[in-house]
């Protein structure tokens, strides 16, 4: 029998404390509380949709704005993808997925390489939605693959509305993932010539 897929995470700094408790092979439960709303609901998208269970409490200096919480939230959601991950043997690798959500369609290709890289193309949106600062979209991005160690290309393809622009990119890298992180049974060991990811 296959070993459970976890990983618990604890980030603390002056400007935020993070903790992450993420399951790979769940059923897409999700707690998620950052206290920045909309990532919130960003997240949940992303827990639910890759089916992995994902608890996520965050307390942060939201009183000076978002940035810290966002960017220590993904840190450590990135950290807790790698370890959960271990060593990768038996996995299907690669994932990709595209997504719609009205008028936007995304596309997002993932790697579980081993090594960070994020390609970004999206539209020009609006700069809140909200009280969110909608740049931090990439950066989210930027953050959850440095740790991660993964390769992830994310496109839009079409789109206009904000909101539906950064959700689908979400629902998109989640459905990716969800592929890329299941066990194959056809592989056996870390699916790499080189024998390691």
Known sequence: MNAPRTARVERSTKES?????????????????????????????????????????????????????????SLAFGQALREALGDKSGIRRFGDATVPLDEV???????????????????????????????????????????ARIALHIRVLEGRNAHHVLEAQFKAVARALRYAIERDSRVSGVPSTKGVL
């Open 17 to 73: 404390s993070v903790l992450v408790d993420l399951v790979l092979d769940g059923s897409g439960e999700i707690s998620v509380e950052t206290g920045v709303p909309f990532f919130d609901h960003m997240m949940s998208q992303l827990g639910k949709h890759s089916g992995c269970n994902l608890m996520i409490k965050t307390t942060g200096d939201v009183d000076v704005d978002s940035h810290h919480t966002v960017e220590d939230t």
């Open 105 to 147: 369609l995304v596309q997002a290709s993932v790697d579980l390489s081993g090594r960070p890289y994020l390609v970004h193309r999206q539209p020009q949106i609006v700069e809140l939605i909200g009280t969110f600062d909608t740049t931090l979209g990439r950066h989210i991005w930027e953050s959850v693959v440095a740790e």
